[in-house]
């Protein structure tokens, strides 16, 4: 796995561009910087890497916009040996931005192949994260409480059972919605049933759905 003088160039320019749309966190910025993005994407869209737009991946899924990927982190307001649940690792570039973080994050995904493909390609890269084949709206409990937990899937609405394993103080980010769009929402828990929400933005994601899926069947 390689990362050239030429993509290095590009991410500062994708970093601009992501400045300039109104991404103030120094720490996602910096963290975009270093993750080589084209290693996590199929060879036929690399020389894309480094445009602000979402590309397919396997299983129907998609690698998200860096804007996207630089909101939901910015909401997550990560500091360093933050636990951080991620539901839906889809190719695993979220997951490296969260690592480079300095976060520790615990990842789930509902589709074997790409389970399996995120592993090889973080572990390929040094990053020390750890791995779940599941439903995501089961969580990981037995692994929380989570300082974050982040949804890359779209919800038609709040899994309570991610509410409950947030620690007080604990903000999760999820878009909430129908089909064809929905809203950034950001759930900060306040006590131990107090929760405050706000919303930013519209967005697009694929559907969050229930159970697991092996590819190989």
Do not use: W
Not at 5 to 32: C, H, P, Q, T, Y
Not at 55 to 73: D, N, R
Not at 155 to 170: C, D, N, R, T, V
């Amino acid at each position: 796995m390689t990362d050239s003088f030429e993509a290095k160039g590009k991410r500062r320019k994708l970093v601009e561009e992501l400045r300039s749309k109104g991404i103030s966190d120094e720490d996602v910025l910096n963290a975009i910087n270093k993750v080589p993005r084209h290693l996590f994407m199929d060879p036929a869209f690399l020389i894309h890497a480094y445009t602000d737009k979402a590309f397919p991946i396997s299983s129907g899924q998609t690698i998200s916009q860096p804007y996207t990927v630089a909101v939901q982190t910015s909401l997550l307001r990560v500091k360093k040996r933050d636990r951080i649940l991620e539901i839906g690792t889809g190719s695993g570039y979220q997951a490296a931005v969260l690592a480079e973080m300095g976060a520790r994050v615990y990842t789930i995904e509902r589709f074997r192949d790409l389970y399996i493909k995120a592993q090889h390609t973080l572990s390929s890269l040094g990053y020390n994260i750890e791995f779940f084949y599941g439903d995501g709206y089961e969580g990981k409990e037995q692994y929380g409480p989570y300082d974050g937990i982040i949804v890359t899937a779209a919800a038609p609405g709040i899994p309570q059972k991610l509410l409950g394993q947030l620690k007080i103080g604990g903000r999760l980010v999820i878009p909430a919605g129908n089909q064809d769009s929905q809203v950034m929402t950001l759930i900060v828990r306040n006590g131990e049933a107090e929760y405050e929400t706000t919303t930013h933005g519209n967005f697009v994601f694929v559907p969050m759905l229930k159970g697991t899926v092996n590819d190989k069947n």
